[in-house]
Structure formats: structure tokens, C-alpha cells
């Protein structure tokens, strides 16, 4: 049926390509039974691309493709970075993404987090994640947990992904998580935002982690994040969850050479100055 389906074009480097449509794939899944999720990593092992992923050629073939549509990603928290992390990981085709936030959309979250709407002010973030990323791709399979994560439910929320992603507001709930990936044997990919500043670091189990940059972990129980008393900008927001999302790629293609594991990228958006430190203990 895919074959039947696929259309001949000419890719954007001239190559000649045969790609599947959106709606084409949906109608499969529908005569099937099978997922559209599983309609596209068919049709990529069968060198047919889904046209929805044409633009991704030139950066991830087809095999890189088949591992973001098997992959699993939490995201936990589900604000500015959360959101934006979804929206970029959707649309890239990650075949099964957790969102994790107990909170709600109020009014001051209307600068900067995508799902966040004037009609949905009251609404469960997660819930508005789920309906978003159903609306972008519906190759993407998720599971909503609509509870702030904690010492007693990370473990089993974050166990069974490939990545987990941390898009919280508070260095306690960090450590909660990286304690979790650590645990399930997964890697972290860590942001945080501080008005016109952003940082983004890859933590993997073995390694030095965020006692790295915050300093041991009891020190840190009550410390906010920045964000608190400089606030987040949407522009810091979008760039910082877009350097999230590259290293969540890069991870689940096996792209691991130039990661950002043990070093701690910095961006200042008042200078224009962006800076990569080496971490150590």
C-alpha cells in the first residue's frame, strides 16, 4: 500500500525521491490498523520518505528518521522550554513523547509559552501539550502526566525513555530528575533560563552532573532558578529549547561526538556572546 501510495519528486538537492503524503499515511493506518507511527518507519525502510519529514533530508536520513519515530522522550515540565521542546520534538518526528506538568496556564504565562493561549488561561499544561503535538503530527504517540514530578514518582514516570528532558523552574525538581535518569541508566539534557541568559548541558548517568553547577545538592534544596527574579523573555526561551532539542536529536541519532556532555553552554542575548565552559568537580 505504501508503495501504491509513494509519489516520485525532485528532492530539494535535485535528488530524485519517493515520498508518502500526510494524509496518504493516515489513510493506511486507517485501513490497517496499524499506527501511523509504524505506517512511517515502513515506509522510511522502504526508502519512501514521509513528505512531512522532506525538509528534515538534508540533515537526518531515512535510518536516522526510523530511530526518532522509535525513540521515547520525556519532557518534563511543560512552561516555556517545555513547550517549545515539544512543539520542535513533533514536528521532528520523535515517535513517542511523556509530558509531565501538574500545573496550569496563568495570564503571565502568555509571553513566552507556546501552548499558553487567551482561550485556555486555566487549563492543564499538559493537556494542552497533548492536544498541540496531536495537531502537528499524528505519527506522535504521547502520555500525559498531569503531576508535578517528585521524589517518589520520577523514577517510574522517567524509566523506559531514551532521553529526558528537563525544562523545570527550580534546581530542587532538577536534581529530582537527573536523580531519576540516573537511575534508569538514561541521558539528561539540562536548560535554564535567566532573563537574556540561557544554559544547556548533557548529562549522562557516570557523569559529575549538576552538582557541577550548582554546587552539592543540599546547598540547593530551597534555591529558585533565575528565571524567578530576572524573569524569561520569549526570545531567550525559544533559543535555549532549540538548543535542547538539537542535543535530544543528536543523542537519538548517535550523533554523541560533539555533545555538550560535561561542558555547559552559555548564551547572553543582551551581547550577543555565547560560551562553552568545561565542567569538572
Request: aromatic residues 4%; charged residues 20%; hydrophobic residues 40%.
Amino acid at each position: 500500500m505504501i508503495d501504491k501510495s509513494a509519489e516520485r519528486i525532485s528532492g530539494p538537492d535535485g535528488a530524485d525521491l519517493r515520498v508518502v503524503s500526510t494524509s496518504r499515511t493516515q489513510a493506511i493506518s486507517g485501513q490497517t490498523g496499524a499506527s501511523c507511527r509504524d505506517v512511517e518507519i515502513a515506509a522510511l525502510e522502504n526508502g519512501v520518505v514521509p513528505s512531512r519529514y522532506l525538509r528534515n533530508q538534508s540533515t537526518y536520513d531515512c535510518s536516522d528518521q526510523i530511530r526518532f519515530l522509535r525513540s521515547r522522550v520525556a519532557i518534563v515540565g511543560l512552561g516555556g522550554l517545555g513547550g517549545a521542546v515539544a512543539e520542535i520534538l513533533a514536528r521532528a518526528g520523535v515517535g513517542a513523547l511523556t509530558l509531565v506538568d501538574g500545573d496550569r496556564f496563568e495570564e503571565h504565562n502568555l509571553n513566552r509559552q507556546l501552548f499558553c493561549t487567551q482561550d485556555n488561561l486555566g487549563s492543564t499544561k499538559a493537556s494542552a501539550a497533548e492536544t498541540r503535538v496531536a495537531a502537528i503530527n499524528s505519527a506522535v504517540e504521547t502520555r500525559v502526566v498531569p503531576t508535578f514530578l517528585s521524589a517518589e514518582n520520577a523514577f517510574q514516570v522517567i524509566a523506559g525513555h531514551d532521553v529526558v528532558v528537563d525544562c523545570l523552574d527550580n534546581i530542587p525538581s532538577r536534581f529530582v530528575a537527573e536523580d531519576a535518569a540516573r537511575q534508569a541508566g538514561i541521558p539528561l539534557v539540562s536548560a535554564a533560563i535567566g532573563g537574556l541568559t540561557g544554559q544547556v548541558t548533557v548529562i549522562y548517568p557516570q557523569d559529575g552532573g549538576l552538582e557541577w553547577i550548582y554546587g552539592p545538592r543540599d546547598s540547593a534544596r530551597q534555591a529558585q532558578g533565575a528565571e524567578h527574579l530576572l524573569g524569561c523573555p520569549p526570545q531567550t526561551v525559544v533559543l535555549v529549547a532549540a538548543m535542547q532539542c538539537g542535543e535530544v536529536l543528536s543523542i537519538l541519532c548517535h550523533r554523541t561526538s560533539q555533545l555538550l556532555r560535561n561542558k555547559l553552554w552559555i548564551v547572553d542575548l543582551s551581547d550577543h556572546t555565547v560560551e562553552v565552559l568545561a565542567l569538572a568537580g
